[in-house]
């Protein structure tokens, strides 16, 4: 068992207006095998955490810490962290030219294995979870996320967690911009990869819909950059009937 | 009131006779040269004596007016204003559009030629000029002091030629060279030219495909880096010839080719593939044109280039004119450029005329990328490290090109060349 610990953290981006503080002193603890949901109003930094945690150069780490089985991830570059086991479903995956997606996937698989995979084993692999996302064949010999559509840029997202077999996954807002249909072939996805790598979870949504799809074992509610609440699976369907006014209407 | 009204009335008055200097009904007039003179002899209504200008009416604007000739005084001096050089820096030119070009051209070896021949012959060889006329004033000046013609023959019906030609520079005095590569009848044949060393070189190479003739050109700019080199690759394409031509430029200081492809039957067929590899301080030309005079021919045209580095800057200009007579053309050009790092710079302007609809299809495109910090996280976010992810990225671009290569050796060489230009900016 593993356990991804983040510890009182701080994080600031830089803007035109100076230095500002997104998150103000985050602290969670996941173990593989769990589901944790991370609930909260636009602008509450929940993607700054997602994207904090995969190390992208545009948030600063101020303060606190994050460790990945006592080791200390914010002193691993971005290829590092996903080598250690981590993988973020990104909101917006970028295009990538001139790369195909099954040279992307084949480099990928090496480069987070240590090895390159059996190429027969890894052809069939490919190709079974493409189906299984209904992702047409065809995108095999496409580049990377080029001309996809919104939705098929998420189901190629977890495609590849279905196939790097990370020990914690991040899915910022891997929900937005699908319709039902995708939804669930989505979240069918994330759940088989939870079973097959006893993997754990850390699920960012603004909504509840996908949490039919995917059970969260807690929920944690985000405003202003902290966890303002959490909970168990309860605390979400409290959330689907009220909204989030009743933490954004709390006097400061 | 009044003045609104008096305002309008003045704006109605200017409709058709735009009045801001340098911009015509057409849009920006680059060259004030055709601006300031009608007359000009690069103007569509001067036919001289071995000179095949477009003709009266014909606009300078279009490929059609463009002026041919063999002689260089035909040619205006230039200014670098002219539309086709206004890309190009001619203080870097090293004298090739204006001096004598007296120096000693590159030497040329041959090998792999079993069945074809290599001749050489005075310019007055009633061969050369058979395929092409200068269309522009480097190329014009290059027939001029070109010494001698070399003939490359592949001789009718013979398949299976794959001849490599060298061109060796050793002197950096501005010098002109003339080869003619003649594919005879239903021959089927690959011709490497590869330009090594260094040298000041304007050059010209006329490519005559006859009937029913499969060429396949692939022309390497792998010179030193101080070199400088003007390349006029002109092409006749007899009926249901097929020409494949692939320029590949990384070498030298300044390189501008203007690869041409003419059509002289029905039934002909054209590639022009391209590649190149643009670093710091180097400026990489190609200028195109695909010229559908005759019916039922096809043209396709992909050029891909990276760049990296400050002050590298590629120029991609593909001019595709199809003429009224040519009924039934199928074209479709496109260029495409990754940008690598900062401080680069890829102009990329594709002109498609079409003076027919009676036409199966053509089109253009052009994309000029970026490699960024966004693809970069993506591809890291996945274990890939940064210097593969570069690789990966550069590599997957230009592939489509090197693929169409299919001469082992040379996909090898090229295959080494883009690690050892990655490998610089790594560092």
């Known amino acids: 068992m593993s356990t991804l610990e983040i510890k009182d953290l701080h994080v600031s981006i830089e803007t035109e207006q100076g230095n500002k503080e997104i998150l103000k002193g985050v602290s969670l603890v996941i173990k593989t095998g769990e589901t944790h949901a991370i609930m909260g109003p636009n602008g509450s930094g929940k993607s700054t955490l997602a994207s904090t945690i995969a190390g992208h150069p545009r948030y600063t780490v101020t303060s606190g810490s994050i460790t990945l089985d006592g080791a200390d991830v914010l002193e691993m570059s971005v290829d590092e962290r996903a080598r250690a086991g981590m993988f973020l479903a990104m909101q917006y995956p970028v295009e990538v030219p001139g790369v195909s997606m099954t040279n992307f996937l084949r480099t990928a698989k090496t480069a987070i294995d240590g090895v390159a995979p059996k190429l027969r084993t890894w052809t069939k692999d490919v190709k079974t979870a493409m189906e299984a996302l209904k992702i047409d064949a065809e995108f095999a010999s496409r580049n990377v996320n080029e001309g996809f559509s919104g939705g098929e840029k998420k189901r190629v997202e977890i495609l590849q967690l279905e196939l790097f077999k990370p020990k914690f996954a991040i899915l910022d807002e891997t929900d937005s911009g699908l319709d039902v249909d995708a939804l669930k072939v989505v979240s069918e996805g994330v759940n088989r990869a939870q079973e097959q790598n006893e993997m754990g979870t850390l699920l960012i949504t603004h909504y509840t819909r996908i949490l039919r799809y995917i059970k969260p074992d807690f929920v944690h509610v985000f405003v202003d950059g902290k966890i303002a609440e959490q909970g168990g699976a309860e605390l979400a369907d409290r959330l689907e009937e009220e909204g989030y006014d009743r933490f954004l209407n709390v006097p400061a | ?427």
Not at chain 2, 306 to 325: M, S
Not at chain 2, 400 to 412: A, G, M
């Open chain 2, 1 to 427: 009131m009044t003045d609104t009204a008096t305002h309008l009335t003045g704006e109605k008055a200017r409709i058709g006779a735009p009045s801001i200097s340098g911009f015509t009904e057409e849009g920006e007039n680059l060259s004030p040269l055709n601006a300031a003179e009608v007359s000009s002899p690069i103007g569509g209504d001067a036919v001289k004596a071995h000179s095949h200008g477009g003709g009266a009416g014909i606009p300078d604007s279009s490929r059609a007016g463009r002026k041919t000739s063999y002689n260089v005084e035909d040619f205006p001096v230039l200014t670098g204003r002219e539309e086709d050089f206004r890309f190009t820096p001619l203080k870097r030119m090293g004298g090739l559009h204006k001096n004598e070009l007296t120096g000693v051209a590159p030497a040329l070896t041959v090998e792999g030629a079993n069945v074809s021949t290599l001749e050489t012959v005075a310019m007055t060889d009633a061969r050369v000029g058979s395929a092409g006329i200068p269309e522009d004033r480097i190329s014009a000046n290059a027939w001029k002091h070109a010494a001698e013609a070399k003939i490359v023959t592949i001789p009718a019906n013979s398949t299976g030629e794959q001849v490599t030609l060298t061109y060796t520079g050793t002197s950096l005095e501005a010098a002109a060279s003339h080869m003619v590569v003649i594919a005879e009848a239903n021959s089927e044949s690959v011709v490497v030219i590869d330009h090594v060393g260094s040298a000041v070189l304007a050059q010209n190479i006329e490519f005559d495909i006859r009937q029913g003739a499969k060429l396949t050109v692939i022309s390497l700019q792998a010179w030193a880096e101080e070199a400088i080199h003007a390349s006029s690759h002109l092409a006749k394409v007899g009926k249901d010839a097929h020409l494949k031509h692939i320029a590949v430029t990384y070498g030298g200081n300044l390189v501008r080719m203007t690869p041409s492809a003419h059509f002289d039957g029905e039934g002909g067929e054209v590639e022009l593939f391209g590649l190149y590899f643009a670093d710091a301080g180097q400026h990489l030309e190609h200028r195109l044109f695909v010229d559908h005079a005759t019916e039922n021919c096809k043209s396709n045209v992909l050029y891909k280039g990276a760049l990296q580095g400050k002050d590298a800057h590629t120029v991609w200009v593909g001019d595709v004119l199809i003429r009224k007579e040519a009924k039934g053309t199928n074209s479709y050009e496109a260029n495409r450029n990754l940008v690598l790092t900062e401080g680069a710079r890829a102009d990329s302007v594709p002109n498609l005329e079409i003076e027919t609809g009676l036409i199966d299809g053509a089109g253009h495109a052009s994309t000029t990328g970026r490699f960024d910090d966004e693809h970069l996280f993506y591809l890291m976010s996945r274990g890939i490290d940064e210097k593969t992810a570069r690789r990966l990225v550069v590599r997957g671009f230009l592939n489509e090109i090197v693929q169409q290569i299919r001469v082992p050796e040379i996909e090898e060489r090229l295959a080494e060349t883009i690690e050892r230009e990655l490998a610089a900016t790594d560092s």
